[in-house]
């Protein structure tokens, strides 16, 4: 029956395999992209289109073909041809791995090589050996586009595409799960980018007045959260675990918020993005902004994201209380 209600929440079909309780054992973590994001047209074409042709085109004289890239990827076999075409990089592995445990190693030692290429991390990877050899498509992606952006910076990768990924959590209360979007490209044409609206203007040409605009939204905030024993200083940092905001809403709109369905004490990106993510889509329900923003900016601390977010709240039920309800615009 919980399967069931999983199901309904998550509003996925029932031949998409998720776990059950029994399949995840307590305190594992599985993610999965949603059905809705596989049959996105432009994640279609970065993959099938864009990607998976570049590869060919690249190994087309070594006669190495690429079908799928969950199954053919993997093991490391084509992404060690891949990489040393592209690095010119001789790199010293066996060609052919037969076990398990040998194309791990291989694996290994081929993302080594590519994360110092890169210049990235291990820890700040979007992937990982045990990710691609469990055929994560997500990783396995994250990994290609870094690729290919590096090495064949002129491929034309379809702009800002997102995907909405699904993430289960096996708990001793039962299976937990939450909605995250990632994103695979950058935001880089026009007809993708939003137009500037009045914060952009303010940050250009009246930076002074920025200041201003923050005491004005602090006081307010602080008004309302009082009642809750809570108090703001800082608009730039306070927000960021979405928690404040989460709080701020619910006083203002009238919600009520199980402890379920948020983070009271976030611990990590992850939890932090799931409190900001789900602020949103509460705010966008309201119908309080139009203006497209990205969850991860307002983690990240964008000062000009988390005024948005807070000015649309102030608009609604500082600046109506003053007047007789009449349309105030955003600030000169």
Known sequence: MESEFLYDLLQLPKEVAQPTEEEL???????????????????????????????????????????????????????????????????????????????????????????????????????????????????????????????????????????????????????????????LTECNSHEDQPSQDAFDELFKLAPEKVH???EAIVSFVNQKLERLGLSVQSLDTQFADGVILLLLIGQLEGFFLHLKEFYLTPSSPTEMLHN???????????GLFSYPINPEDIVNKDAKSTLRILYSLFQKHSLKAEGDGAHHGTPN
């Open 212 to 214: 201003a605009v923050k």
């Open 276 to 286: 900001v993510t789900l602020a949103l889509e509460l705010l966008k329900d309201e």
């Open 25 to 183: 054992p307590r305190g594992e973590k599985k993610k999965y992209l949603s059905p809705n994001s596989k049959r996105n047209p432009k994640f279609e074409e970065l993959q099938k289109q864009v990607l998976m042709e570049w590869i060919n085109t690249t190994l087309l004289p070594e006669h190495i073909v690429v079908r799928s890239l969950e199954e053919d990827m993997f093991d490391g076999l084509i992404l060690h041809h891949l990489f040393q075409k592209l690095s010119s990089l001789k790199l010293e592995v066996e060609e052919i791995s037969l076990t398990s445990a040998s194309q791990r190693r291989k694996l290994g030692v081929i993302l080594e090589a590519i994360n110092q290429s890169l210049q990235v991390e291990e820890q700040q990877a979007k992937w990982s050996m045990e990710a691609i050899f469990n055929k994560d498509l997500l990783a396995t992606l994250h990994l290609l586009v870094a690729l290919a952006k590096h090495f064949q910076p002129d491929l034309p990768l379809p702009d800002n595409v997102q995907v909405e990924v699904i993430h289960i959590e096996s708990t001793k209360m039962g299976l937990k799960s939450d909605k995250q979007v990632e994103q």
